[in-house]
């Protein structure tokens, strides 16, 4: 079952609480802070075509993609679903915006040059189940990333699924879509299934119903400073992406900043 499916349709519609402005904004003043565009690195130490581009790993419908274009970044987005990357091209379409999208696999990343800045919002890392293939992709990050980039990422915690959402059911009824999503969480595997069933209006008194199963792994802020570690990568700095401050035991998601590694400037 693919996932991201029939519920590409609807997505943006059930994630309009998700605050996307205030992350493209975070975004943008973290590379400013870290990343290869800040000035006292100075424009002549960079090429000003891999300075100024960035990857949006696991981009979905490209709403995030969307928004750091407009703050004047040349973008690429990179994401396994055709569905949700057709749904990123419709935005391009209207938008008339200048971003290339990629239908890849992320533990299969394959550039055509190294970017200033790769980043990864709203829990795409948490899809990677197993750690030797969290580390294949932040050792490909580190691959692709020009020297002196960053990479920005966050990730459901453990705590999240385990204490939190694990074994609830979650339901949402709206006038032209519903849903009802299922949690189980695995504590031995650490897995979290979403059962996910999604009721999306054709006509009048005509719903579809879509049903897909999502499964996602919590982790650790141990694990992923350890795995940046094994890939080459410098940590920078981690927060708690929900409320902007320190990273705290109860914490249920948290963005981690990691610089790039190991290339001759």
Known sequence: MEIYGGFAGVYDELMDNVPYEQWSRMLDTLIRKYGVSRPERGVEETLESERNQVLDLGCGTGTMAELMYGLGYDVMGVDLSEDMLNAAMEKR??????????????????????????????????????EEELLQVFSLVNNYLFPGGIFVFDFN??????????????????????????????????????????????????????????????????????????AGMVFLEAHD?????????????????????????
């Open 93 to 130: 379409e209207k938008s008339g915006s200048g971003i290339l999208y990629l239908r890849q696999d992320m533990r299969e990343l394959e550039l055509y040059s190294t970017v200033g800045t790769i980043y990864s919002v709203c829990d795409s890392l948490n899809y990677i189940l197993k």
């Open 157 to 230: 915690t453990d705590y999240k699924y385990r204490e939190i959402i694990g074994d609830a059911t979650i339901a949402e009824n709206r006038e032209d879509c519903s849903f009802i999503w299922e949690n189980y969480y695995d504590a031995e595997t650490g897995f979290n299934e979403y059962d996910l069933t999604v009721f999306v209006r054709k006509e009048e008194d005509i719903f579809r119903r879509y049903r897909e199963v999502h499964i996602q792994k919590g982790y650790t802020l141990e694990q992923m400073t350890e795995l940046l570690a094994r």
């Open 241 to 265: 992406a929900d409320t902007l401050g320190p990273v705290e035991p109860k914490s249920a998601r948290i963005r981690i900043v990691a610089g790039e590694h190991g290339k001759i400037r």
